[in-house]
């Protein structure tokens, strides 16, 4: 057992960043961050526009490169990791767009589980229908040819298609009505039932009720990291992200 006073044990813990720092030539936008994902567990990046999560889920992702702090994967450091390189080690990565829109809901579906065998691959798309009767009967048509809202949950389903043990999502909600923004949230409560952990970063407090666990961005620094109770409980943060006293 754990004395009391220990420091927290990495056990468990999925994805650590700490201390980022990066940006974009020789402008810095990240300072500083810390920022870690429990295996399974569900964390939602808050911030308004430029804060800084699209970076930093992209540093995560290793496609922008580190100025300063660690990466870890479950323990082991992956700084210098290309990205495919972690994505082979399970994370899948949901951007802003989601999908490939001139490619059909099928091909978008089979990008997802590029790094699996064939059959793999054509049973989590069998499953995939399954569990999205709507995909199945889209499977022919563009995605680009598709609502907002059915484009994010083909998606949210490419993603899963690569059985990932983290999911990160920038803004599922960019761009939908608020109706569509529903129908995401009810697709990712289906994750919420897997074992899959969850990081995403969204302006979008409704996907609060996702999460465990919130870590707000401001300026590109820490402002906030604790769970979601504990947030609504912080009056300022409560005023400015949820607009009310
Ligand atoms: P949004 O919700 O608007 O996407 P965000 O919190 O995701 O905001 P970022 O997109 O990470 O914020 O942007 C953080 C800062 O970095 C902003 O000042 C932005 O202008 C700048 N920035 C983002 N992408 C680039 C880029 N490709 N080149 C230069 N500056 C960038």
Known sequence: MAAAGAPEAAAGV??????????????QVLWDIDLSVGEGEHVVILGANGAGKSTLLRVALGLLPLMRGTIRLRGED???LRTDRRVAQGIGFMTEVGVFPELSVRENLLLGAYRLGRRQAQANLERTYEGFPLLAKFRSRSAGSLSGGQRKLVGVAKV???DPSLIVMDEPSSGLSPVAVQEVLDVLRRIERSDAALLIAEQNTAFLDLAQRAVVIEGGRNRFDGTVAQLR?????TRAYFGIE
Do not use: C, P
């Open 14 to 27: 999925l994805l650590e960043l700490r201390g980022i720092g990066a940006g974009y030539g020789s402008m």
């Open 78 to 80: 992956v700084s210098g």
């Open 160 to 162: 899963l298609m690569g």
């Open 233 to 237: 409980d912080d009056a300022a943060l």
